[in-house]
């Protein structure tokens, strides 16, 4: 065994006793992402940027099915814009990142590095739209934004990081509305269908709506440890940016009337929850529709004569449906192929020997559960098929599950108590609707409301908080 193999072997931690060290050890080791000289920013390798392509791909193609086309607007946005919106730059001031200088003069008006589109975007807006025929407009961006965050992490929360920002104009309240809820179904099915990540879909509290929307709508999914993690919003913004930027329309009547907008966004942080859902002590298990790699071939024995080349000639034909890789590297066992491919995540790996050869069959080996099946070369691309929808399916379930084994349900105070004293998960109690009621159970117990589902359940007539009526049932938890 080769110095390079030994290095690679090494145990990752154990994510039943330290999570979020395994989560670092599990993004350097697959080569994810690597740490730049840049504080609190990362270097996404091409291994993780193929995720982000594969996510983009799908959710690009879902957008633009719906109406929407891509366009990108400046990344500085002048501190004049900025302030238009008392509530959004209130939101957004301790998270700004300014340029004060250009080249060797200092600017005569600070730019920021834009935490989020909406002042320029609207700005823009209220150029382009004059009457109701320009209406509806539906943008969107796939873009980097910089927030200065205090504490990072790969893919959660990070200085910069990637994501696309859809901003739509309409002519009514009523066509605004259902743009957000449309793309926030939009997002939850993209999570299911592709993620393999079950969510919750539901409202914002007004404590925890976005800066400046009149309201929030969020997907919120479970990790492994059974802390949440907010996936997607989407918001309502009424005319309240229209208003402050000056975006008005001339109706079928003849009358000016202000525009109603939306916004609405998902980040890297996509990739994030993917990690910490699926991931296991072996590494990274990536759901099917997203890996990079769908299928790793294998050589086994490939210095006897026609190895390689059967290898070569059956990755080249599933090529043709599948993303496929061979690993014909000389230097390496193939058990150490075997432990190399399962930490970076493969769904299926593929091998075939001299034995497999003469007779007509392969080996299909799956990283969710580590079954093996033997099956013949003649349909082996429909058992590909057939295997990677089952992979997808099989870990959308598991992360159902142990959502619904880490959600527990409080009607009081002192069970709200016990249970965030011994357990980590989601807690599905009444609210009265009090922010004071939710400002303390974050004081006391570190959680905060994730959403108020648009599912409710009647568990009860009181407030968990306070006794007082409840008609709200909310999903609370401890967030990344």
Not at 43 to 53: D, K
Not at 216 to 235: F, N, P, V
Not at 459 to 467: N, P, Q, S
């Amino acid at each position: 065994m080769g110095n390079n193999e030994k290095e690679f072997v090494k145990e990752i931690t154990d994510m039943e006793k330290d999570f979020a060290t395994w989560y670092t050890d599990v993004v350097l080791k697959t080569e994810l992402v690597d740490y730049p000289p840049v504080r609190g920013c990362m270097v996404i390798r091409p291994y993780g940027y193929e995720i982000w392509e594969n996510i983009q791909k799908e959710l690009d193609r879902r957008f633009k099915e719906t109406g929407h086309k891509n366009a990108y607007f400046p990344l500085l946005i002048p501190e004049s814009l900025l302030n238009k919106e008392k509530d959004h730059v209130k939101g957004f001031a301790p998270e700004v990142a300014w340029v004060t200088q250009g080249g060797e003069e200092q600017l005569n008006e600070r730019l920021c590095i834009r935490p989020t589109s909406e002042t320029i975007i609207c700005t823009m807006y209220s150029k382009w739209v004059k009457s109701w025929r320009d209406l509806p407009v539906l943008i969107n961006q796939w873009a980097n934004v910089v927030r200065w965050e205090k504490t990072t992490r790969p893919f959660l929360r990070t200085t910069e990081f990637l994501w696309q920002e859809g901003h739509t104009l309409h002519s009514s309240e009523d066509e605004a509305r259902k743009e957000t809820l449309k793309i926030l179904k939009i997002y939850a099915n993209f999570c299911e269908e592709f993620l393999a990540i079950p969510v919750i879909s539901g409202q914002k509290t007004e404590k925890e709506k976005f800066a400046g929307a009149k309201e929030t709508y969020t997907i919120e999914a479970m990790m492994h440890d059974g802390k949440a993690l907010q996936t997607g919003t989407s918001h309502y913004f009424g005319d309240e940016f229209s208003k402050a930027f000056d975006i008005k329309f001339q109706n079928k009547e003849g009358k000016e009337e202000y525009c109603y907008e939306t916004s609405w966004g998902v980040s890297t942080r996509m990739i994030g929850g993917i990690i910490m859902t699926h991931g296991d002590n072996r590494g990274l298990k990536l759901p099917p529709r997203i890996a990079p790699i769908q299928v790793i071939v294998i050589p086994i024995a490939m210095q006897k004569e026609n190895v390689l080349s059967r290898a070569m000639d059956l990755a080249e034909f599933l090529k043709q449906n599948f993303r496929v890789e061979i690993d014909g590297r000389e230097e390496y066992t193939p058990g150490y192929k075997f432990n190399y491919w399962e930490m970076k995540g493969v769904p299926i790996r593929l091998e075939i020997g001299p034995k497999d050869i003469e007779n007509n069959q392969c080996v299909l080996v799956r990283r969710d559960t580590g079954d093996k099946e033997i099956v013949s070369l003649d349909g082996v691309g429909d058992q590909i098929n057939q295997m990677l929808n089952d992979i997808h399916n099989t870990m959308l379930l598991r992360a159902f599950e142990n959502r619904q084994s880490r959600t527990f349900t409080a009607s009081n105070i002192e069970e709200l108590k016990n249970i965030y004293d011994n357990k980590q998960g989601f807690v599905k109690a009444m609210w009265c609707g009090d922010r004071a009621c939710e400002e303390k159970m974050k004081e006391d117990f570190g959680v905060t409301i994730r959403c108020i589902p648009f599912e409710q359940e009647k568990l009860g007539d009181k407030c968990v908080c306070c006794g007082r009526p409840a008609n709200k049932m909310i999903y609370l938890g401890k967030q990344y």
